[in-house]
Nanobody
Framework: VQLQASGGGLAQAGGSLRLSCAASGSTLSSYTVGWFRQGPGKEREFVAGIDWSGSVTLYTDSVKGRFTISVDNAKNTVFLLMNSLNAEDTAVYYC?????????????????WGQGTLVTVSS
């Protein structure tokens, strides 16, 4: 499975961006997809996760109410819509795939990773 993350860029504080994580090579039907981010001088942290059916989602507290994770099974793609961006959201965002769901927050359990996409929020 190959994952391709895209959609990063420069946004103003209060603005929005939508990230995409496109899977190829195989279906992710048995996987959970998670978004992580790594800010300057920080460790990679969990942001949001979704099971492939789209029925279960999880967010870290700092993005609840601002970010929305979703999946388009037909396109084999997971999206992360980020609203009300602030400077603390500046980071490289990575998508990954893991199974089973209970490992969604655990970075070391992820089997596949995309290459990362940079999000910069200017204040």
């Amino acid at each position: 499975v190959q994952l391709q993350a895209s959609g990063g860029g420069l946004a103003q504080a209060g603005g929005s961006l939508r990230l995409s994580c496109a899977a190829s090579g195989s279906t992710l039907s048995s996987y959970t997809v998670g978004w992580f981010r790594q800010g300057p001088g920080k460790e990679r942290e969990f942001v949001a996760g979704i099971d492939w059916s789209g029925s279960v989602t999880l967010y870290t507290d700092s993005v609840k109410g601002r970010f929305t994770i979703s999946v388009d099974n037909a396109k084999n793609t997971v999206f992360l819509l980020m609203n009300s961006l602030n400077a603390e959201d500046t980071a490289v965002y990575y998508c990954g795939a893991v199974t089973p769901w209970r490992y969604v927050r655990i970075r070391k359990k992820y089997k596949y990773w995309g290459q990362g996409t940079l999000v910069t929020v200017s204040s």
